[in-house]
């Protein structure tokens, strides 16, 4: 998938992160079959698809956090596996659907652990890496909050913290699993806000399909691991498409001022 009309770039071109024609199996059951996308920098592109249609695991290769079985996964024209973990977490950043840790850590300490890839061992963190520290509070909402425990938040405070972890990072892509699970509606339109508004290239894995047609520049949509249809929200969210690969019948209306599709679900299809 080559994704255009990019809404937020702010790097200097280059060939980014791809997965081309990525395959992965599991106990003999393939997950992923032939997959490949590539997102424009600057964009955000919507992981789409039932569950166990291999959204989750397209993420980890992406991540290099799993390998595939064929195919390639590369940053800047460099496969995955030929860089080493410091190198891709200077570049990648990922966000899980749900985080959580036994250790009484602050919001500053889960902050700065977005760092690490940036210093030697053993080292104190430098003057740098609490200035970036502080902008990702700040750019996230959370300089009041810096000092507060991270058991004492909510589950939508929470995912801000791993963003502004991950936005220490100082990435140039950045790979979300289902971030708004568990959110109510105000927290969800706040995190893909803030998601979207980002300098980096995203890549989100959604259920909602309302919420991937307003936040979204491209959609890539998965069914038992094969992309089924990529492109634009108005392109891809369409009746047929919906009842196809979800089994439920909807009516897609166009929003007039940028055409972006609304979904409103009508049953099963029988």
């Known amino acids: 998938m080559k994704t255009e009309g990019a ?5 200097e071109p280059n060939e980014g992160l791809r ?3 990525v395959t992965r199996t599991a106990d003999g059951r393939l997950i992923l079959d032939g997959v490949s996308i590539t997102p424009a920098p600057g964009t955000t592109v919507g992981l789409l698809g039932p569950n166990g249609s291999g959204k989750s695991t397209l993420l980890r290769l992406l991540a290099g956090v799993l390998t595939p079985a064929s195919g390639v996964v590369t940053l800047d024209g460099s496969p995955l596996a030929e860089l080493g973990h410091r190198d891709i977490a200077r570049r990648i950043a990922v966000v899980e659907q749900q985080a959580d840790t036994q250790v009484e850590l602050t919001v500053l300490d889960v902050v700065r652990l977005g760092r690490i890839p940036h210093r030697r061992a053993w080292t104190p963190a430098s003057a740098t890496d609490e200035e970036v520290v502080r902008g990702a ?10 000092h507060q ?4 938040l909510s589950g939508g405070e929470r995912q801000r913290v ?7 990072q100082e990435p140039r892509e950045l790979l979300l699993d289902e971030p708004t699970n568990h959110l109510d509606i105000q927290h969800q339109l706040d995190l893909l ?13 959604l259920h909602d399909l309302n919420l991937a047609a307003m ?16 492109g634009s929200p ?5 009746e047929e498409l919906i009842a196809e690969v979800y089994g439920v019948r909807a009516s897609v209306t166009r929003n007039g001022s940028d055409d972006r599709p609304h979904v409103r679900f009508l049953g099963t299809v029988r």
């Open 7 to 11: 809404t937020h770039t702010r790097h």
């Open 19 to 21: 997965a081309d024609r």
């Open 137 to 146: 509070l700040d750019h996230t909402g959370l300089t009041d909050r810096a």
């Open 149 to 152: 425990s991270w058991h004492t």
């Open 162 to 168: 791993q963003i502004a972890r991950a936005l220490a």
């Open 193 to 205: 806000a803030l998601v979207t508004s980002l300098p980096v290239t995203s890549v989100v894995a």
């Open 215 to 230: 936040y979204c520049d491209r959609l890539v949509v998965l069914r038992e691991g094969r992309v089924v249809a990529c």
């Open 234 to 238: 108005g392109d891809i969210l369409t």
